[in-house]
């Protein structure tokens, strides 16, 4: 409507002008379970029904924690707590199940001690949903008869003995192919009577009548487990649920990969699924599970494992490993235990620290301690090198396809993630809005325009370190100790005109952006210029990893310039790649090198 109107209208021209200020808002409804589970739940209900672009957090303690505990829909079955002397005989409403039933609403079950990484991914992906969200937060209370001061670990334990399953339902995922329900505690590890006699609300029906506590909470423990069961089916594909149901009666699901992994920060978590696309892209059947969420009893029936694990900090292992650390550092274990397992390690870490990576090493070497056959020497990711880890695993990966004897992927292009138009500029509509600046986005937020005054070298040879200085006196800039900063360069202007005339673009082209239908786009304005692409957001004179060979020899349309990209790619090919990778080659000399393999934008913008 604002552009029907806008015409000889200076106000609302003006407005349309700056329609990028006009942000999206975030609404957040927040409240707790007598709220959300009772009292207001037919508010609550209508609002997941309407289907309007809303986030709603409920802080879960299961019980009226500001009206002195008592039982609510919320509680748990056996939860002794005010107006359920005896123990509440009815299951804990499932909130979660029921406003999954609508199809259309995002759902997730969080407990920050228990999974950090899973807690903030799933109010990320609450935020990025558009339509309704519902986030169910496990929130330890004081009147539960514990020490507060524990209140982390608490989570922990309620999560390892399926008391608090944590999961996140994506109805977008539904539209890629994917199952939207996923299952993030896939295994109980601890007894739930274990986590129970912790806690005032069902020690004291213990001390009180030991015979129904004894019956209310096996009938808890029951239901525990056959609520893990259907989630762990709910939570699985086609292929996951046959081999489910075929092992369930005893028989042959055929050879597959585990890919083993163990994250802090989630990086390693990515990478698994990276290691998983890689594998089905090569028809080899893979599932990728956190150390702490696998059986180690089972390890022994695996034929091939690839681990990936982080180092942290001074040499600790990252939470979703330890419990499994502790499990094959047994000295019971004999030592053919892993003789039928073939295995390869990848380590991430820093060789800043002394214990670089030190935990990956020391898995790599229990498995060949236990009978297991390396197929790979270990990798030995390093964030101090050019790329960071992935400057070694770039060599890794190839040698584990080429010791696996896998199949090549399918030589086809992959659907691009966005749809690119590009006029003149004298051809472009005269109402185009373009924005002053592509504004650069991570986690955080948005960037910000800061004067730099100082930028000194501090290593004369080798790798350039530099010192330097900006003067936030003026700006809307704000930090505390500890905050790390990230800094966006852009590209020369010469230098990237430059290779825009090669490209066979102009500087003043006008480029139309558009993420197709099921994909994951960028966050980038839908119309920019030429100059502004190639410099504020394409890393053109990057140095580009070895997906983009791939590319590149998949568009060659010259037999012997597509002939040689192949073989850079091949394990014969790998020395000359790396010969070309220490040159330092950029992606704007790369395509100058192969001519006939000129990547498109939309390709372009998925290899940034």
Not at 438 to 452: E, L, N, W
Request: aromatic content about 10%; overall charge negative.
């Amino acid at each position: 409507m604002l552009v029907d109107e806008k015409i000889d209208q200076p106000l609302l021209e003006g407005i349309y002008s700056q329609r990028d200020m006009l942000s999206k808002h975030s609404q957040w409804i927040i409240g707790g379970d007598g709220w959300a589970y009772d009292i207001g739940f037919g508010g609550l209900d209508h609002v997941l029904a309407k289907g309007e672009n809303v986030n709603i957090m409920v802080l879960d303690t299961e019980m009226y924690s500001n009206t002195g505990g008592q039982v609510s829909k919320s509680t748990p079955q056996s939860a002794l707590v005010k107006f359920a002397s005896a123990g509440k005989s009815q299951a804990k409403k499932d909130m979660g199940q029921h406003a999954m039933n609508y199809g259309n609403v995002y759902v997730a079950s969080m407990a920050m001690g228990a999974d950090y990484n899973q807690s903030l991914q799933a109010i990320k992906e609450a935020e990025s949903f558009d339509g309704p969200s519902l986030l169910m937060c496990y929130s330890p209370c004081i009147d539960w008869g514990i020490d507060m001061a524990k209140m982390m670990d608490i989570q922990k334990m309620a999560v390892d003995s399926g008391y608090w399953p944590l999961f996140r339902y994506d109805p977008r995922l539904k539209d890629k192919g994917e199952m939207p329900f996923q299952l993030d505690s896939k295994r109980i590890k601890s007894s739930l009577a274990g986590y129970l006699k912790n806690e005032n609300r069902y020690a004291a029906l213990t001390r009180s009548d030991a015979g129904r506590a004894e019956m209310l909470q096996g009938a808890f423990e029951d239901y525990t487990i056959k609520r893990m069961e259907h989630m762990q089916r709910t939570s699985m594909d086609d292929s996951e649920l046959l081999d489910f149901l075929k092992e369930s009666v005893g028989e042959s699901t055929g050879e597959k990969v585990l890919v083993l992994y163990a994250s802090e920060t989630g990086i390693t978590a990515d990478l698994a699924k990276h290691v998983v696309y890689e594998m089905k892209r090569r028809g080899v059947r893979c599932k990728a599970v956190k150390f702490d969420d696998y059986d180690l009893q089972d390890l022994p029936k695996e034929k091939t494992v690839v681990n990936l694990v982080a180092t942290c900090g001074q040499g600790e292992f990252p939470q979703n490993c330890r419990m499994f650390k502790n499990d094959i550092d047994d000295d019971t274990l004999p030592n053919d235990f892993l003789s039928g397992v073939k295995f390869a390690t990848f380590a991430m870490g820093d060789s800043g620290y002394v214990f670089y990576n030190s935990c990956g090493t020391m898995i790599d070497e229990r498995f060949e301690e236990l009978g297991g056959q390396r197929l790979v020497p270990v990798g030995l990711g390093d964030d101090q090198a050019e790329d960071k880890w992935e400057t070694a695993y770039q060599d890794w990966e190839p040698e584990l396809w080429n010791e696996m004897g896998t199949p090549p992927p399918p030589k086809v292009l992959l659907p691009a993630s966005h749809t690119v138009v590009v006029q003149a500029k004298e051809d472009a509509a005269p109402d185009v809005v373009i924005p002053e600046y592509i504004v650069p986005k991570d986690a955080a937020g948005s960037g910000i325009m800061v004067p730099m005054t100082m930028s000194r070298p501090l290593t004369p040879l080798g790798r350039d370190v530099r010192h330097y200085e900006w003067d936030i006196s003026n700006v809307d800039c704000e930090y505390e100790a500890g905050d790390a900063m990230g800094v966006f360069s852009t590209n020369g202007r010469d230098k990237t005109e430059e290779f825009l005339q090669w490209y066979g673009l102009a500087a003043d082209d006008v480029i139309h952006l558009a993420v197709q239908e099921g994909q994951e786009g960028l966050d980038l304005p839908t119309t920019v210029t030429a100059l502004q692409l190639f410099s504020q957001h394409l890393d053109i004179f990057g140095r580009p990893k070895r997906p983009f060979y791939e590319t590149m020899s998949l568009l060659a349309t010259d037999d012997e310039e597509k002939a040689e990209l192949e073989h850079l790619i091949t394990k014969e090919g790998r020395g000359d790649l790396r010969e070309i990778i220490d040159d330092t080659i950029t992606y704007a000399e790369l395509m100058q090198k192969f001519p006939s393999a000129r990547v498109p934008i939309e390709y372009l913008l998925g290899k940034q």
